[in-house]
């Protein structure tokens, strides 16, 4: 039997970047479904970056990013007295970007199926701009936000290539259940590796039939 | 239900459309804005409820100002106490009829508004659908919830757009009744898009019409059909007239009722719930009208009133030609070929009996 810190490490991980994430998501999302602004197929390219690159160009830079040297590591050596890279919170920096498309552009496709008009209606009605969304369109999203929430999830505990550039591979820490199957095939360890690699295949398939049997129309477009 | 002044000042333009409206217009009951589709009734709507961020000018309802760009006065939609009903209802489909409900009368509430839940449920007849889905409803259904709800929002001006459209003629009869109660229900005035003549007749009491994002004339509407030929205005319908009537007689035997309009009597079939004295709008399409220059001997047309020829329309490239005919005080226009026009000889001033084929109540969908 494999040990089994990397599973709970996987979905500590993969929690704290959907609740992080959806609360960047949210309002990123609501402005690029609702903006004329001309920067807006900008903004929807780097958002989508991280579908497109190899998780290596992005952990590359992370990893600049998050060096003690950089400004960013820098500032978070000097708020919390540790190391930004090779830690649990470097992970879920990263995750939170790799991660982002995935949480963004199902919302985003929920918020442009809504549409204006209940909005406008709302606004007639003495509803402000939060008050409409908090009680029009986020209800009618509800299953959009499902979906890109699963998605985001399922997505983070799936990544290895960011994890491994970034995180590395200390137990306890940032030893996810990727880098541990990894770590097994590595070490000849088949058995542990097809425990774990089986777990996660059952997972992403129930996952992903859950999403699409919810709903068809918010699938991702880029992917 | 007082009246109120609008005041509209206000300029937009887009590529393929320009508005520019500068108006006062007197509010009470329900005032009709009519023009054909692309006119410019729907933009003008959307900027009275602050919903075309394009418009530029001043915008007032009585002492409360709206818009005044030149100030930079700009108040929100959801600030303006005015409830708008979309031409596809908009209700939250998310939530069920009363929640649809309680969604406007909450927010009333928090401006300091009364809004009266149960009154509003019996004045719509909604009672039975409080708790299904907005999806689930009919046409008809959905634009009384929308009524009911746009009337809980305790608006000082109500805007609807053409709430009439997409519903087939027995939900039209069906929501009709509700519309004319509708200034009563809420306790203001109400503006009312329509491309519909017929509608307009059978609603309103004062007219805006609009053309290519202009007004041609505001007033009411009994002035204004005089003055303005609408038909050309109105979709669908040929040239028609709109008349109005007093029920002099009702007839229980023969199912008859008369009515004097312009000093001469006409019979219709009497319609339930008509009273001695009361005011009705008549509606005659110009194709149902005859001429006669002599009176006609026996015939099954009923109402054969004697008329003088106004002005005639024709032209050498249409095989009609409109000819109008005053009766008393009332004017109404009768199509007739131009073969028909030469060989009667008729000039303007001419006497002549007008016989009228059909002739309905404005907004009897039937």
């Not at chain 1, 509800?142 to 799936?158: D, E």
């Not at chain 2, 007008?354 to 002739?359: D, E, I, Q, Y």
Request: overall charge neutral; glycine content about 8%; aromatic content about 6%.
């Amino acid at each position: 039997m494999p040990d089994l810190g990397p599973v709970f490490l996987s979905l500590h991980l993969a929690a704290v970047t959907t609740a992080i994430l959806l609360v960047i998501g949210v309002p990123l999302a609501y402005w690029l479904a609702t903006t004329q602004a001309r920067v807006k197929p900008v903004v929807e390219a780097v958002t989508a970056l991280p579908l497109v690159l190899p998780p290596t160009v992005i952990g590359f830079y992370l990893l600049i990013l998050m060096n003690p040297s950089a400004p960013l590591g820098a500032a978070w050596v000097s708020l919390t007295g540790g190391t930004l890279s090779f830690s649990f919170s470097g992970l879920v920096f990263a995750s939170a970007i790799y991660s982002l498309p995935f949480m963004v552009q199902p919302l985003q496709s929920a918020f442009e199926a809504v549409g204006r008009g209940p909005m406008e209606a709302a606004a007639t009605l003495r509803a402000s701009r939060l008050d409409a969304i908090r009680n029009v369109l986020l209800p009618q999203s509800a299953r959009g936000i499902l979906t890109a929430c699963v998605l985001t999830f399922a997505h983070t505990i799936g990544e290895f290539g960011v994890v491994l550039m970034v995180g590395g591979n200390i137990p306890e820490r940032t030893r996810v259940i990727s880098i541990a199957i990894y770590e097994h095939v590595e070490s000849v360890e088949y058995a542990e590796a097809h425990i774990l690699s089986a777990g996660l295949l059952v997972f992403s398939f129930v996952t992903l039939v859950g999403v699409y049997a919810l709903n068809r129309s918010y699938r991702l477009r880029v992917s | 239900m007082s009246a109120e002044r609008l005041s509209l000042d206000i300029a937009l333009s887009r590529k393929t459309f320009s508005l520019k409206v500068s108006e006062d217009v007197a509010l009470a009951g329900v005032t009709a804005v009519f023009g054909p589709s692309g006119s410019g009734k729907t933009t003008l709507l959307k900027a009275i409820v602050g919903l075309e961020a394009g418009a530029e000018g001043r915008i007032s309802l009585g002492e409360t100002v709206w818009q005044d760009s030149v100030a930079g006065v700009f108040v929100p939609a959801h600030r303006r106490a005015v409830s708008y009903v979309f031409q596809d209802a908009r209700l939250f489909n998310h939530l069920d009829v009363q929640g649809n409900l309680d969604f406007a009368a909450k927010r009333a509430r928090k401006a300091g508004r009364s809004p009266d839940v149960d009154a509003a449920i019996a004045a719509f007849g909604i009672g039975e659908l409080l708790e299904r889905r907005a999806v689930s409803l009919s046409g008809g259904e959905s634009r009384r919830v929308a009524l009911a709800r746009a009337v809980l929002s305790c608006p000082d001006l109500m805007l609807l757009d053409e709430p009439l459209t997409g519903l087939d003629r027995a939900a039209r009869r069906e929501i009709l009744p509700f519309l004319k109660g509708l200034p009563e229900h809420s306790g203001c005035p109400v503006l009312y898009v329509s491309h519909d003549l017929e509608e307009v007749a059978a609603l309103a009491s004062g007219i805006v019409v609009m053309d290519v994002g202009r007004v041609l004339a505001n007033g009411p509407v009994a002035e204004i059909g005089r003055s303005l030929d609408l038909g050309p205005l109105s979709e669908g319908a040929g040239p028609a007239s709109l008349i109005e009537a007093r029920v002099t007689r009702v007839d229980g035997d023969s199912g008859l009722m008369a009515l004097e309009a312009g000093g001469e009597t006409l019979l219709l079939p009497s319609v339930p719930g008509a009273r001695d004295g009361e005011r009705l709008r008549l509606f005659i399409d110009a194709r149902d009208v005859a001429i006669a220059v002599g009176r006609p001997g026996p015939m099954s047309i009923r109402n054969v009133l004697p008329a003088r020829v106004g002005r005639i329309i024709s032209s050498d490239t249409a095989a009609d030609a409109l000819v109008d005919l005053s009766i008393g005080s009332q004017l109404i226009r009768a199509q007739i070929t131009r073969h028909a026009l030469s060989e009667l000889q008729l000039e303007a001033g001419q006497q002549v009996f007008a016989l009228m084929k059909s002739v309905r109540l404005a907004g009897d969908f039937r």
